[in-house]
């Protein structure tokens, strides 16, 4: 593993130089495409890693930020969204949208401006760590700021589990 702000991809780079920030990016010698890859090589919980998921509402592209231990509920981004239909966009989209490829979009420096929500399970944290735009590379940055430079709205759109008191009993 290696450790430069400068391994960042430039993109990404170039946008913590215009939001004046100074964060540690950490470059491994294998893909980190996972949320479990990137943990495990970064030594922390996978719900410490912060993915950053390119849905369509309607068509528009959506950023959602989600804990790397939890899945997005689609129907409760669909209602947040107030739209008809939500999927997950697929990868030409989402690099259109953000200017990087699956595994490695960051949560802000993107290539269009784009609706951001973030779900709270990521304040759960003290430090959560997020891709720096390629595969293998990633930063650390406290959840609350790192929302806020993202532009995100908080919000609860993960995935509940099932309540077992919820099911019929079985006979």
Same mark, same amino acid.
């Not at 930063?139 to 995935?159: N, Q, W």
């Given at each position: 593993? !290696?450790?430069?702000?400068?391994?960042?991809?430039?993109?990404?780079?170039?946008?913590?130089?215009?939001?004046?920030?100074?964060?540690?990016?950490?470059?491994?010698? +294998?893909?980190?495409?996972?949320?479990?890859?990137?943990?495990?090589?970064?030594?922390?919980?996978?719900?410490?890693?912060?993915?950053?998921?390119?849905?369509?509402?309607?068509?528009?592209?959506?950023l959602v930020l989600m804990d790397g231990a939890s899945r997005v509920d689609?129907?409760?981004?669909?209602? +947040?969204?107030?739209?008809?239909?939500?999927?997950?966009?697929?990868?030409?989209?989402?690099? +259109?949208?953000?200017?990087?490829?699956?595994?490695?979009?960051?949560?802000?420096?993107?290539? !269009?401006?784009?609706?951001?929500?973030?779900?709270?399970?990521?304040?759960?944290?003290?430090?959560?760590?997020?891709?720096?735009? !390629?595969?293998?590379?990633?930063?650390?940055?406290?959840?609350?700021?790192?929302?806020?430079?993202?532009?995100?709205?908080?919000?609860?759109?993960?995935?509940?589990?099932?309540?077992?008191?919820?099911?019929?009993?079985?006979?």
């Amino acid at each position: 593993m !290696t450790t430069d702000s400068s391994l960042a991809h430039p993109q990404f780079a170039a946008a913590l130089q215009e939001l004046g920030l100074d964060v540690e990016v950490r470059r491994f010698p +294998e893909d980190t495409r996972t949320a479990q890859q990137a943990a495990e090589a970064i030594g922390c919980e996978v719900a410490e890693i912060v993915k950053s998921l390119i849905f369509a509402a309607d068509g528009v592209p959506v950023l959602v930020l989600m804990d790397g231990a939890s899945r997005v509920d689609v129907e409760r981004v669909r209602r +947040e969204l107030c739209a008809a239909k939500v999927t997950r966009a697929d990868p030409r989209v989402v690099r +259109e949208t953000t200017g990087y490829a699956i595994g490695g979009v960051p949560p802000f420096g993107h290539k !269009t401006r784009t609706r951001v929500l973030a779900d709270r399970g990521i304040l759960d944290h003290d430090v959560v760590w997020a891709a720096a735009g !390629t595969p293998r590379t990633v930063f650390a940055m406290d959840p609350k700021s790192l929302v806020t430079h993202a532009g995100g709205v908080l919000v609860d759109v993960r995935e509940q589990p099932a309540d077992a008191d919820a099911r019929e009993p079985s006979a």
